[in-house]
T-cell receptor, first 116, second 114 residues
Framework: EPEVTQTPSHQVTQMGQEVILRCVPISNHLYFYWYRQILGQKVEFLVSFYNNEISEKSEIFDDQFSVERPDGSNFTLKIRSTKLEDSAMYFC??????????????FGSGTRLTVV | EDKVVQSPLSLVVHEGDTVTLNCSYEVTNFRSLLWYKQEKKAPTFLFMLTSSGIEKKSGRLSSILDKKELFSILNITATQTGDSAIYLCAVVPLFTSGTYKYIFGTGTRLKVLA
């Protein structure tokens, strides 16, 4: 079964450093998302992306965050200057259409980001 | 503000028990409600519910939506230790941006003891 692949599975970084989280969505999918889950808290929407541009972003997704689809297969989330509160599990997701009537979109297994 | 509330927050049962997980929501323009199972990492899709009163079933799991009372339940019968996971409820509002975002509840942590 096709999967959304995220790398690395765990990243530790120093506060103030830039990190890039990588995702390879399912190959024929067109809609891409990033969510995050701070330990013990809800999964929260960060951003959605379609046709090489951001469709919607949450209040969390400030100027420190950016997304890119650099080569038609990868979908990246960059955090320019990490803060302690960016420590979370980051999930990438994708879907083939904007809305599927019987299926949710497919999530990757996540990258655990720890900022020290 | 759109809100999804799940209850209970955690639950411990024995194998063979039946459990009912609850999800209530307040969303300005409702499109659908989804249930996911989160074991170690990636949430995996269980059900999507769009219409009231129509039960969806998959093996021992079933779910139903009540759009009048704004809630859904997820039932698991004859629980097994493999059902131990966090069960997430997410609501999809009607979109204005061109894509659909999910609004998640806090999840219900289910532990099934052998």
């Amino acid at each position: 079964e096709p999967e959304v692949t995220q790398t690395p599975s765990h990243q530790v970084t120093q506060m103030g450093q830039e990190v890039i989280l990588r995702c390879v969505p399912i190959s024929n999918h067109l809609y891409f998302y990033w969510y995050r889950q701070i330990l013990g808290q809800k999964v929260e929407f960060l951003v959605s992306f379609y046709n090489n541009e951001i469709s919607e972003k949450s209040e969390i997704f400030d100027d420190q965050f950016s997304v890119e689809r650099p080569d038609g297969s990868n979908f990246t989330l960059k955090i320019r200057s990490t803060k302690l509160e960016d420590s979370a599990m980051y999930f990438c997701a994708s879907s083939v259409r904007v809305f599927l009537f019987n299926y949710g979109y497919t999530f990757g297994s996540g990258t655990r980001l720890t900022v020290v | 503000e759109d809100k999804v509330v799940q209850s209970p927050l955690s639950l411990v049962v024995h194998e063979g028990d039946t459990v009912t997980l609850n999800c209530s929501y307040e969303v300005t323009n409702f499109r659908s409600l989804l249930w996911y199972k989160q074991e170690k990492k990636a949430p995996t899709f269980l059900f999507m519910l769009t219409s009231s009163g129509i039960e969806k079933k998959s093996g021992r799991l079933s779910s139903i939506l009540d759009k009048k009372e704004l809630f859904s339940i997820l039932n698991i019968t004859a629980t097994q230790t493999g059902d131990s996971a966090i069960y997430l409820c997410a609501v999809v509002p009607l979109f204005t941006s061109g894509t659909y975002k999910y609004i998640f509840g806090t999840g219900t942590r289910l532990k099934v003891l052998a």
